[in-house]
């Protein structure tokens, strides 16, 4: 969407402080013991308390409130009472939501607890990937140009980018224009940013993949050559200078 009025700005600060709050509150809560569907109950919980409904349950029907996924599950994972989190365990949550006519979106990998399997080296680089892709980002500004900046990054660090999971545009419902923002210089991409538009930026930065599989499940995503996956993602405004981020409440 286009920010047209104090108005809207503000529905999309209220939409964006939900699930960014909810985010943080569910990174918080995962305790090793605990099952990804109780993580998800909880996160569920919070949404409810607070009057919004989840964006992929709404839009997708999919099995969850929240998309939750571990180790070598890329993204869109089903919250299960079979899925039991364990120390050094590489999560990544995902929290979309809708209120008051609003959409937003955000997600994050984390390890649980200590780092014994070596993953903080990863999300460290898709956390400052994002950084940087964020702060390139004004009106005007090429998205392919964007997606070169973090495809650079990862390769400068070892890793790779997946090539069919993009961040995209959002505001009044959970999918918009533009529908991709790739993590890489996509030459056939000749869009630019717009002012006052509303945009979902996310990394999705690989150990050894670069493109994402479904499995029979129909949601759960892995990579096609293995691996691991760090992912991270704001809900932004862009302007003609720094873009506002609003979901910066859940602290990535």
């Not at 990998?109 to 400052?128: P, T």
């Not at 070892?158 to 999971?165: A, C, E, M, S």
């Amino acid at each position: 969407m286009s920010i047209t009025t104090e108005a809207e700005l503000t529905g999309m600060k209220a939409a964006s402080e939900v699930v960014a709050l909810t985010l943080k509150e569910m990174r918080n809560f995962a305790k090793p013991g605990m099952t990804t569907k109780a993580l998800d109950n909880y996160g569920g919980q919070i949404l409810n308390d607070l009057g919004a409904k989840s964006a992929p349950y709404l839009t997708y029907g999919f099995p969850g409130w929240t998309c939750i996924s571990i180790n070598k599950e890329f993204c869109h994972g089903i919250p299960s009472d079979k899925k039991i989190l364990k120390e050094g365990d590489l999560i990544n949550i995902d929290v979309s939501a809708e209120l008051h006519g609003f959409w937003s979106d955000n997600g994050g990998s984390f390890v649980l607890g200590r780092d014994v399997n070596q993953h903080q080296q990863l999300i460290e680089a898709s956390k400052y990937i994002l950084h940087q892709a964020i702060h390139a980002i004004k009106g005007g500004v090429l998205i392919s140009d964007v997606g070169f900046i973090m495809e650079t990054e990862a390769k400068k660090r070892g890793y790779k980018v997946i090539k069919n999971l993009t961040g995209h545009g959002i505001g009044r419902s959970l999918h918009e224009e533009p529908h991709e923002i790739a993590n890489f210089r996509d030459r056939f991409n000749h869009k630019r940013f717009k002012k006052n538009s509303v945009v979902a930026i996310e990394t999705f930065i690989s150990t050894t993949s670069s493109y994402a599989e479904t499995l029979q499940d129909g949601w759960t995503m892995v990579g096609n050559k293995g691996g691991f996956m760090a992912q991270h993602e704001h809900t932004i405004v862009v302007t003609d200078g720094k873009p506002i981020v609003l979901t910066e409440m859940n602290e990535i």
